[in-house]
């Protein structure tokens, strides 16, 4: 099976709006041994990179887009294994876009990836303001807050989580890791907005929470 022409036709159906077209691509694709993690590095995500050049280019209206969107998230759902278990220890990741921002795709990915990968996710959806961010690690005795933001304007709104945090003393136990497109195209925002840490895509987010749970000093559960 070629995965240059399944990424074709998915692209075509995304642009289409054909959501069980494209969920027919992705169930052929899988039944005929393509890896999940095939599907998504080479039909998923060369059509995504494809939608942003259309929508870089005003080729394609915010309504398609957002159906688009839809679709390349069903296709993650159906690719990623959700572990049910909590048994890998891991501990818990607090996720959510930042408030303002409600480019869910990104985030969707690294909540589904962090859950396959053994983490305990807690995911407060988009457009979260600093302080349910801060509410909810505390809650979930959390080593980790994610946080992603696609825009310049929005990934500024994250200084305020870095600025909840240590204003109460808990920059040494809550870890705040940060990402999406704008974080890979300006490297150093991850300091202006007082991130510890990013990741370049989902698959690098499990190494980063990792790394990251390290730094406060906790152990991964027996
Ligand atoms: C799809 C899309 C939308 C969809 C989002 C639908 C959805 N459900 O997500 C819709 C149509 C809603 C939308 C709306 C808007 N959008 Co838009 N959108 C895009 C587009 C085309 C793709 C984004 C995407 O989903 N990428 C795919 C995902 C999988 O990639 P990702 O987010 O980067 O995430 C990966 C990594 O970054 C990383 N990651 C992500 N988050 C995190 C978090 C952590 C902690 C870690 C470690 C890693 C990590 O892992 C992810 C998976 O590998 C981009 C263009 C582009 N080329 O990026 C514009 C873009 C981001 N949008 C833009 C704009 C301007 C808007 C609007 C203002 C448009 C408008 N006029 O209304 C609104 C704003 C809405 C808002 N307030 O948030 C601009 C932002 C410009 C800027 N530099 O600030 C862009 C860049 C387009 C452009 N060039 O103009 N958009």
Redesign the pocket.
């Known amino acids: 099976m070629n995965l240059t022409e399944l990424s074709d036709r998915l692209f075509s159906a995304m642009i289409e709006a054909d959501r069980p077209g494209a969920s027919n691509i992705v169930e052929e694709a899988l039944s005929g041994g393509i890896s999940p993690r095939a599907v998504i590095a080479d039909v998923l995500?060369p059509a995504?990179?494809r939608?942003?050049?259309?929508?870089?280019e005003q080729a394609m209206s915010?309504?398609q887009?957002?159906v688009?969107?839809?679709i390349?998230?069903d296709t993650?759902l159906r690719c990623v294994p959700v572990r049910k278990d909590r048994e890998s220890g891991k501990g818990s990741v607090v996720?959510g876009?930042i408030e303002?921002?409600?480019?869910?795709?990104?985030?969707?990915?690294?909540s589904l990836?962090l859950e396959a990968a053994g983490w305990d996710v807690h995911d407060l959806g988009?457009?979260v303001p600093a302080e349910q961010f801060v509410e909810k690690a505390l809650e979930v005795d959390a080593c980790?807050i994610?946080?992603?933001?696609?825009?310049?304007?929005?990934?500024l709104n994250i200084r305020k989580v870095r600025e909840l945090l240590d204003a109460n003393d808990l920059k040494g136990s809550i870890k705040l890791?940060?990402?999406?497109?704008?974080?890979?195209?300006r490297p150093e925002l991850v300091a202006e907005v007082g991130?510890d840490?990013?990741?370049?895509?989902?698959?690098?987010?499990d190494e980063?929470?990792q790394r990251l749970r390290t730094e406060t000093g906790r152990a991964v559960q027996p």
């Open positions: 995500d995504i990179v939608l942003g050049k259309l929508w870089e915010l309504a887009n957002f688009a969107s839809k390349a998230e993650l996720i876009n303002d921002d409600f480019h869910s795709l990104g985030r969707r990915a690294v990836f988009n457009d980790v994610a946080v992603s933001a696609m825009m310049q304007t929005t990934a890791a940060v990402g999406g497109a704008v974080f890979n195209w991130g840490g990013t990741a370049s895509n989902a698959i690098g987010a980063l929470c």
